[in-house]
């Protein structure tokens, strides 16, 4: 898995911290973060939270207005390559 920019169906875009493996299951996990302001969730949690998706989800084709899009789909672009 590429590590790094990556643009959710909804065009918000996210940083993929790192991937996990779940001790009891084996299942790969993807912890990523938003790279845009979310103020509704940091009131109800806390400044810099992740989240969490089993892999197998975060790169599966999801239908939009009968159209198979990805969940998320890797992004290169140089101004992130600072990050």
């Known amino acids: 898995m ?4 990556y643009k ?3 065009n918000k875009l996210y940083e993929v ?3 996990w493996i779940h001790t009891e299951t084996n ?4 912890i990523y ?3 845009y302001d979310t103020p509704e969730l940091t009131k109800e ?3 810099d939270f992740c989240f969490v998706r089993p892999e197998s989800m975060f790169f599966e084709n999801i239908e939009i207005d009968w159209v198979l899009k990805p969940r998320f ?3 290169w672009d140089k ?4 990050i």
């Open 2 to 5: 590429k590590t790094w920019i």
């Open 8 to 10: 959710h169906y909804k």
């Open 17 to 19: 911290i790192c991937t």
């Open 27 to 30: 299942e790969t996990l993807v």
């Open 33 to 35: 973060k938003a790279l």
């Open 45 to 47: 949690y806390w400044k």
């Open 73 to 75: 789909e890797y992004v």
């Open 79 to 82: 101004k992130y390559n600072e």
